[in-house]
Protein backbone atom coordinates (compact mmCIF):
# COMPACT_ATOMS: atom_id res chain seq x y z
CA UNK A 1 0.00 0.00 0.00
CA UNK A 2 1.79 3.40 -1.20
CA UNK A 3 1.68 6.46 0.66
CA UNK A 4 -0.44 7.92 -1.13
CA UNK A 5 -3.17 5.47 -0.89
CA UNK A 6 -2.46 5.75 2.79
CA UNK A 7 -3.37 9.36 2.72
CA UNK A 8 -6.23 9.15 0.72
CA UNK A 9 -8.36 6.65 2.86
CA UNK A 10 -7.12 7.88 6.13
CA UNK A 11 -7.47 11.71 5.45
CA UNK A 12 -11.67 11.67 5.46
CA UNK A 13 -11.52 9.30 8.76
CA UNK A 14 -9.11 12.39 10.25
CA UNK A 15 -11.39 14.66 9.50
CA UNK A 16 -14.48 13.02 11.19
CA UNK A 17 -12.41 12.34 14.44
CA UNK A 18 -10.83 15.58 14.76
CA UNK A 19 -14.81 17.29 14.30
CA UNK A 20 -15.69 14.16 16.82
CA UNK A 21 -13.01 15.80 19.43
CA UNK A 22 -14.78 19.38 19.58
CA UNK A 23 -16.80 17.44 22.50
CA UNK A 24 -13.95 17.74 24.86
CA UNK A 25 -13.33 21.45 23.90
CA UNK A 26 -16.83 22.82 23.63
CA UNK A 27 -19.05 23.36 26.32
CA UNK A 28 -22.50 23.30 24.47
CA UNK A 29 -24.15 21.71 21.75
CA UNK A 30 -23.89 23.45 18.49
CA UNK A 31 -26.74 26.16 17.80
CA UNK A 32 -29.31 25.02 14.76
CA UNK A 33 -27.60 28.20 12.81
CA UNK A 34 -24.10 26.31 13.39
CA UNK A 35 -25.38 23.29 12.78
CA UNK A 36 -27.63 24.42 9.43
CA UNK A 37 -24.20 26.33 8.33
CA UNK A 38 -21.85 23.49 8.37
CA UNK A 39 -24.59 20.88 7.33
CA UNK A 40 -24.74 23.22 4.06
CA UNK A 41 -20.80 23.77 3.29
CA UNK A 42 -20.61 19.45 3.71
CA UNK A 43 -23.69 19.47 0.90
CA UNK A 44 -21.68 21.98 -1.38
CA UNK A 45 -18.52 19.97 -0.74
CA UNK A 46 -20.28 16.33 -2.07
CA UNK A 47 -22.26 18.32 -4.97
CA UNK A 48 -18.91 19.50 -6.30
CA UNK A 49 -17.00 16.40 -5.91
CA UNK A 50 -19.86 14.27 -7.07
CA UNK A 51 -19.35 16.39 -10.39
CA UNK A 52 -15.57 17.27 -10.79
CA UNK A 53 -14.51 14.02 -9.09
CA UNK A 54 -16.40 11.41 -10.09
CA UNK A 55 -19.34 12.10 -13.36
CA UNK A 56 -16.78 13.89 -15.44
CA UNK A 57 -14.17 11.42 -15.06
CA UNK A 58 -16.43 8.49 -15.41
CA UNK A 59 -17.80 10.16 -18.68
CA UNK A 60 -14.31 10.93 -19.70
CA UNK A 61 -13.06 7.60 -19.41
CA UNK A 62 -16.21 5.94 -21.53
CA UNK A 63 -15.25 8.69 -24.42
CA UNK A 64 -14.56 5.79 -26.57
CA UNK A 65 -18.16 4.84 -26.88
CA UNK A 66 -18.74 8.10 -28.52
CA UNK A 67 -22.33 9.14 -28.44
CA UNK A 68 -23.04 6.58 -25.92
CA UNK A 69 -20.13 7.92 -23.56
CA UNK A 70 -22.73 9.06 -21.27
CA UNK A 71 -24.27 5.90 -20.25
CA UNK A 72 -21.64 4.66 -17.79
CA UNK A 73 -22.35 7.86 -15.93
CA UNK A 74 -25.81 7.65 -15.93
CA UNK A 75 -25.99 3.79 -15.37
CA UNK A 76 -23.66 3.81 -12.32
CA UNK A 77 -26.11 7.43 -10.92
CA UNK A 78 -28.80 5.54 -10.98
CA UNK A 79 -27.59 2.50 -9.39
CA UNK A 80 -25.79 4.74 -6.62
CA UNK A 81 -29.44 6.30 -6.07
CA UNK A 82 -31.24 2.94 -5.93
CA UNK A 83 -28.46 1.44 -3.36
CA UNK A 84 -28.64 4.47 -0.81
CA UNK A 85 -32.25 4.61 -1.23
CA UNK A 86 -32.33 0.47 -0.68
CA UNK A 87 -30.11 1.43 2.58
CA UNK A 88 -32.45 3.81 3.98
CA UNK A 89 -34.98 1.88 3.66
CA UNK A 90 -33.48 -1.45 5.52
CA UNK A 91 -31.62 0.46 8.17
CA UNK A 92 -33.31 1.81 11.02
CA UNK A 93 -32.06 5.45 11.72
CA UNK A 94 -32.44 8.63 13.09
CA UNK A 95 -32.15 12.07 11.47
CA UNK A 96 -30.83 15.27 13.60
CA UNK A 97 -33.37 17.58 14.99
CA UNK A 98 -36.19 14.88 14.03
CA UNK A 99 -38.16 12.60 16.64
CA UNK A 100 -39.48 9.85 13.69
CA UNK A 101 -36.93 7.16 12.66
CA UNK A 102 -36.81 6.20 9.64
CA UNK A 103 -36.02 2.59 7.82
CA UNK A 104 -37.72 -0.80 9.80
CA UNK A 105 -39.02 -0.32 13.38
CA UNK A 106 -36.07 -1.62 15.21
CA UNK A 107 -36.15 -1.14 19.75
CA UNK A 108 -32.49 0.71 19.23
CA UNK A 109 -31.75 3.74 21.43
CA UNK A 110 -31.60 6.80 20.80
CA UNK A 111 -28.49 7.67 20.52
CA UNK A 112 -27.56 4.02 18.39
CA UNK A 113 -30.08 5.53 15.20
CA UNK A 114 -28.01 8.87 15.51
CA UNK A 115 -24.87 7.24 15.02
CA UNK A 116 -26.30 5.35 12.48
CA UNK A 117 -27.86 7.82 10.30
CA UNK A 118 -24.53 9.66 9.65
CA UNK A 119 -22.50 6.37 9.38
CA UNK A 120 -25.49 6.00 6.42
CA UNK A 121 -24.26 8.80 4.40
CA UNK A 122 -20.11 8.09 5.10
CA UNK A 123 -20.32 5.21 3.02
CA UNK A 124 -20.56 6.70 -0.39
CA UNK A 125 -18.17 9.26 0.53
CA UNK A 126 -15.49 6.19 1.98
CA UNK A 127 -16.60 4.56 -2.11
CA UNK A 128 -16.16 7.85 -3.86
CA UNK A 129 -12.84 7.68 -2.10
CA UNK A 130 -11.95 4.49 -2.97
CA UNK A 131 -12.86 4.45 -6.80
CA UNK A 132 -11.30 7.50 -7.39
CA UNK A 133 -7.95 5.91 -5.97
CA UNK A 134 -8.39 2.89 -7.65
CA UNK A 135 -8.34 4.62 -10.66
CA UNK A 136 -5.13 6.44 -10.35
CA UNK A 137 -3.74 3.12 -9.19
CA UNK A 138 -5.08 1.50 -12.70
CA UNK A 139 -2.89 4.38 -14.42
CA UNK A 140 -6.59 5.95 -15.66
CA UNK A 141 -5.38 9.17 -17.36
CA UNK A 142 -8.10 11.28 -16.08
CA UNK A 143 -7.62 11.03 -12.51
CA UNK A 144 -4.10 11.63 -10.87
CA UNK A 145 -2.77 11.20 -7.32
CA UNK A 146 -3.27 14.86 -7.03
CA UNK A 147 -6.88 14.50 -8.30
CA UNK A 148 -6.94 11.68 -5.76
CA UNK A 149 -5.44 13.64 -3.18
CA UNK A 150 -7.86 16.51 -3.51
CA UNK A 151 -10.87 14.51 -2.95
CA UNK A 152 -9.56 12.87 0.00
CA UNK A 153 -8.63 16.92 1.46
CA UNK A 154 -12.71 17.73 0.33
CA UNK A 155 -14.20 14.87 2.11
CA UNK A 156 -12.07 15.52 5.10
CA UNK A 157 -13.49 19.23 5.59
CA UNK A 158 -16.82 18.10 5.05
CA UNK A 159 -16.26 15.56 7.35
CA UNK A 160 -14.96 17.97 10.18
CA UNK A 161 -18.13 19.62 11.17
CA UNK A 162 -19.96 15.76 10.44
CA UNK A 163 -17.69 14.47 13.51
CA UNK A 164 -19.19 17.76 15.55
CA UNK A 165 -22.63 17.54 14.74
CA UNK A 166 -22.97 13.84 15.88
CA UNK A 167 -20.56 14.05 18.75
CA UNK A 168 -22.18 17.81 20.42
CA UNK A 169 -25.65 16.25 20.19
CA UNK A 170 -24.44 12.98 21.79
CA UNK A 171 -23.32 15.33 24.83
CA UNK A 172 -26.54 16.92 25.15
CA UNK A 173 -28.17 14.03 25.69
CA UNK A 174 -26.56 13.51 28.58
CA UNK A 175 -23.68 10.63 27.16
CA UNK A 176 -19.97 11.24 28.61
CA UNK A 177 -17.39 13.00 26.92
CA UNK A 178 -15.43 10.03 25.97
CA UNK A 179 -18.48 7.63 25.08
CA UNK A 180 -19.90 11.00 22.22
CA UNK A 181 -16.23 10.95 20.66
CA UNK A 182 -16.37 7.29 20.37
CA UNK A 183 -19.15 6.99 19.10
CA UNK A 184 -18.98 10.22 16.63
CA UNK A 185 -15.25 8.26 15.63
CA UNK A 186 -17.34 4.95 15.54
CA UNK A 187 -19.63 6.72 12.43
CA UNK A 188 -16.33 7.88 10.37
CA UNK A 189 -14.80 3.84 10.46
CA UNK A 190 -17.23 2.86 7.74
CA UNK A 191 -15.25 5.45 4.89
CA UNK A 192 -12.13 4.09 5.22
CA UNK A 193 -13.70 0.34 4.93
CA UNK A 194 -15.93 1.04 2.30
CA UNK A 195 -12.77 2.51 0.87
CA UNK A 196 -10.62 -0.28 0.90
CA UNK A 197 -13.31 -2.60 -0.40
CA UNK A 198 -14.31 -0.01 -3.23
CA UNK A 199 -10.44 -0.14 -4.16
CA UNK A 200 -10.39 -3.93 -4.20
CA UNK A 201 -13.50 -4.45 -6.11
CA UNK A 202 -12.74 -2.16 -8.55
CA UNK A 203 -9.00 -3.87 -9.24
CA UNK A 204 -11.13 -6.99 -9.96
CA UNK A 205 -13.63 -5.40 -12.56
CA UNK A 206 -11.45 -2.54 -14.15
CA UNK A 207 -13.88 -1.63 -16.96
CA UNK A 208 -16.39 -1.24 -14.45
CA UNK A 209 -14.51 2.33 -13.42
CA UNK A 210 -17.01 4.37 -14.74
CA UNK A 211 -19.94 2.94 -13.33
CA UNK A 212 -18.24 2.48 -9.75
CA UNK A 213 -17.21 6.15 -10.51
CA UNK A 214 -20.65 7.24 -11.16
CA UNK A 215 -22.02 5.04 -8.85
CA UNK A 216 -20.62 6.78 -5.66
CA UNK A 217 -21.45 10.58 -7.27
CA UNK A 218 -25.12 9.01 -7.14
CA UNK A 219 -24.85 7.48 -3.92
CA UNK A 220 -23.33 10.78 -2.70
CA UNK A 221 -26.36 12.96 -4.30
CA UNK A 222 -28.59 11.25 -2.55
CA UNK A 223 -27.44 11.99 0.66
CA UNK A 224 -27.26 15.46 -0.09
CA UNK A 225 -30.91 16.11 -0.89
CA UNK A 226 -32.60 13.68 0.80
CA UNK A 227 -30.69 14.71 3.82
CA UNK A 228 -28.36 17.57 4.33
CA UNK A 229 -30.37 20.18 2.33
CA UNK A 230 -33.54 19.81 4.16
CA UNK A 231 -30.98 20.19 7.72
CA UNK A 232 -29.65 23.01 6.01
CA UNK A 233 -33.39 24.60 5.09
CA UNK A 234 -34.91 23.69 8.52
CA UNK A 235 -36.75 26.48 10.69
CA UNK A 236 -35.74 30.28 10.32
CA UNK A 237 -32.90 31.79 8.45
CA UNK A 238 -32.20 29.37 6.25
CA UNK A 239 -30.62 30.96 3.56
CA UNK A 240 -27.42 30.64 5.86
CA UNK A 241 -27.89 27.03 4.79
CA UNK A 242 -27.82 28.21 1.15
CA UNK A 243 -24.76 30.61 1.16
CA UNK A 244 -22.74 27.82 2.85
CA UNK A 245 -23.51 25.11 0.63
CA UNK A 246 -21.88 27.85 -2.33
CA UNK A 247 -19.38 28.07 0.24
CA UNK A 248 -18.31 24.26 0.26
CA UNK A 249 -19.14 24.29 -3.58
CA UNK A 250 -16.84 26.82 -3.88
CA UNK A 251 -13.93 25.45 -1.84
CA UNK A 252 -13.85 22.15 -3.75
CA UNK A 253 -13.88 24.19 -6.89
CA UNK A 254 -10.88 26.10 -5.33
CA UNK A 255 -9.05 22.46 -4.59
CA UNK A 256 -9.73 20.37 -7.29
CA UNK A 257 -8.57 23.52 -9.93
CA UNK A 258 -5.29 24.48 -7.57
CA UNK A 259 -4.87 20.72 -6.49
CA UNK A 260 -5.76 19.18 -9.54
Given at each position: ????????????F????????C?????K?????????????????????????L??????????????????????????????????????????N?????????????????????T??????????????????????????????????????????E????????????????????????????????????????G?????????????????????????????????????????????????????????
Open positions: MTTEMIQGVLLPLGTALGAAVFVMRTLHPTVQRALTGFAAGVMVAASVWSLIPAMEQAEGMGQWAFFPAAAGFWLGILFLLALDRTIPHLHQSDKPEGPSAQLKRTTMLVLAVLHNIPEGMAVGVVLAGWMAGSGTITATGALTLSIGIALQNFPGAIISMPLRAEGIGKGRSFLYGVLSGVVEPLAALLTIWAALILPALPYLLSFAAGAMIYVVVEELIPEASAGEHSNLGTLFFAAGFTVMLVLDVALG
